[in-house]
Structures are given as C-alpha cells and as structure tokens.
C-alpha cells in the first residue's frame, strides 16, 4: 500500500501544475525536472513543457542575464564560482547554466561543471545546470533560452551562461544574454590572434582572469593594450563603450569590479531604452532559430527522409552531385513527407 501511495505521489508531482507551483516556489527539483522535459524532443513532453513555459513566462525577464565566454584554459568555471559566491553573499540569487561540448563520436558530454563549481554548488541561492551541446552551433544548448525563462520565474536574479569556449560559432550566446562577458589571459598571445575580431566587438566587457603573482604586471599592460584596441571599434548601438577589468577568480581578487562594470552597463541601457529593445529582438531572433529546429527535427523524423538524407550525403561527399543540387533534389521529398504527416 505504501509502494501505491508513493508511486502516486511521484507521479502528482511531476505533473505540469505540479512544477509550476514547485517553480514559483523556488524549488530547484522541480526546475530541473522542468528543464529535462524542455531539453526532451518527445511530443509528450514538448506539450507539458509548452504549458510550464507559458505559464511561468510572465514571471521572468526581471532577471539579468550574463554570457561567459573564453578561450579553454582562461579559468572560466573558477571565475563564475568566484564570482557566483560573490553575488550570492550581495544577496544575490545565482543560476549558472553551464554548457559543455557534445562528442561527434559518442553523442556523449562530459557535464562536468558542478564538480569544477563544488564550493558554489554547496550554496542554496545557487543552482548549477549542466547541459550538452547536442550538437549545436554557437556554444549553447537549443534550450538554454527556455531554461533562462525557468530560472528567473523560479526567483534567480542573475543567469550566468558558461559557453563551450571561443570558436568561428561561439556567437550565439550573444542573442540570449544582457551582457557578453569575455575572458582573457594576459600573454597568451590572445592580444595578437587568439581572439577574433568579430567576437571582441560583440562584447561588452573584457576581463583579464589570472591577475595575480607573477602575472600581475603582465595583467596591466594586457589591460592597457585591449583598451586601446576597444576604443578602434566603430561605436555600440546601445550607446555602451565596453570596458576592460583584470581579476584573480582564483584568488577572488575584484570580483566587485566586475560587477560593477555589469551594473553601469545595465543602468544606461534601461535609461535610454536598448535593454528592451535589446529583449525584443533576441525574442525574435530564437522564435526564427527555433522554426528552424523544428523543421529539421519533424523533417528528419521519418526513417526514409532521413535514409534519402544519407544516400544523398553520400553522393555529395564523393563527388558524384553538387551540394546545392542535392538539396533541390531532396527538399521536395522532404516537404511532401512533411505535408503527409499533417
């Protein structure tokens, strides 16, 4: 009788209504189980999901949203552990969405963030979720979006998002966050070629992690040098001039001014307008992102779509078919599969 009674249980509380009253709470089982059914590709769950998103969206949006992003190697999880404990004893409310990069061998990741984040994960106003890639470009999950929305309706005042790393696609993260934070190391020969452009003009604030012992001098004149570079960028949108801090994450050395930086970011964006309009527009640019999801994903769920898919594949690799005419020849096989399945 007991076993019965339990297993019902269990089940009211994986309900829909169940996790939206655990989220408002604040609980953190609920937000995870939340998460997994967003993560699930199973229409089931993209339908209890749906209905805990919608519920919960206008509980979000009061939160700020941070992106992280570095070359591997620049202490990324040790600055966001120090920085989280920092924010945490200013009364803070943490969420650490940490992303890790998904094996094209073996589908698998390692997901190893709250081992590396131990002393902040041990804290109560902080929730640590690791998610694989899944294959995804830009360095974030498909639905780090989605868990963003969870998190603050479930009372995380600040959403850090830690990025796979930089690479040519570590751009995305910038379509989901308020302010894009890069990483450095001083004398890594980052000044000259291990950052691109591209990547520096998009962020909002550069911090030299590593600015302690022997590295401090090195530090500074990193420091002077990415301010100079800064000011050769054409002008912000947003009107915001990005700044440049150093920090010892390992040390918790100027975690202050760090958040600082963040904060004068935030205070002029909602005083001349862009925070919103900001908002607007990465809510537009993820409903397109996610049209193209679901297109692949319905499309390639048949069988035969996706044997057709490989053949051709194939045939391109070889040599035998141009790639853009192998596309035309395979889309309208996919659309009338797709057409079939309404």
């Not at 696609?169 to 000044?191: I, K, P, Y």
Request: hydrophobic share 40%; charged share 25%.
């Amino acid at each position: 009788m007991q076993n019965k009674n339990f297993r019902k249980k269990k089940s009211k509380a994986s309900s829909p209504k169940e996790l939206i009253k655990g989220i408002i709470a604040g609980n953190k089982i609920a937000l995870s189980k939340a998460i997994t059914l967003c993560e699930s590709s199973r229409k089931e769950d993209r339908k209890d999901a749906n209905q805990i998103l919608n519920a919960c969206l206008s509980r979000s949006g009061e939160g700020i949203r941070i992106g992280i992003s570095g070359v591997p190697g620049v202490g990324k999880s040790t600055f966001i552990e120090s920085f989280g404990n920092y924010l945490i004893d200013q009364g803070k409310k943490v969420a650490v969405l940490a992303v890790d990069p998904s094996s094209e061998k073996s589908k698998g990741s390692i997901l190893g963030d709250k081992t590396r984040m131990e002393l902040l994960s041990r804290k109560e106003d902080a929730y640590i979720r690791p998610t694989a890639t899944g294959g995804a470009l830009g360095g974030v999950a498909l639905n780090s979006k989605e868990s963003i929305i969870l998190c603050e309706a479930a009372g995380f005042e600040v959403i850090l998002i830690e990025t796979v790393g930089v690479g040519q696609s570590e751009t995305e993260v910038r379509q989901m966050c308020d302010f894009f934070l890069l990483l450095m190391l001083a004398g890594a020969g980052d000044e000259l070629q291990g950052i691109k452009r591209g990547i520096m003009e998009m962020a909002d604030g550069l911090v030299i992690n590593k600015a302690d012992g022997e590295n401090v001098d090195a530090a500074k004149k990193a420091k002077r040098n990415y301010q100079n570079a800064l000011h050769l960028f054409p002008p912000n949108a947003s009107q915001w001039t990005p700044e440049v801090a150093s920090c010892s994450a390992l040390k918790n050395k100027n975690m202050e001014g760090v958040w600082q930086m963040v904060s004068s970011h935030e205070e002029l964006l909602k005083q001349n307008g862009y925070w919103v309009k900001q908002r607007e527009e990465q809510n537009q640019k993820w409903f397109a992102k996610s049209i193209r999801s679901l297109i692949e994903l319905r499309l390639f769920a048949d069988q035969s779509n996706a044997q057709l898919y490989q053949e051709m594949e194939k045939r391109v690799i070889k040599g035998e078919l141009a790639a853009y005419e192998a596309a035309e020849k395979l889309l309208p096989h996919l659309l009338d599969a797709l057409q079939a399945r309404r």
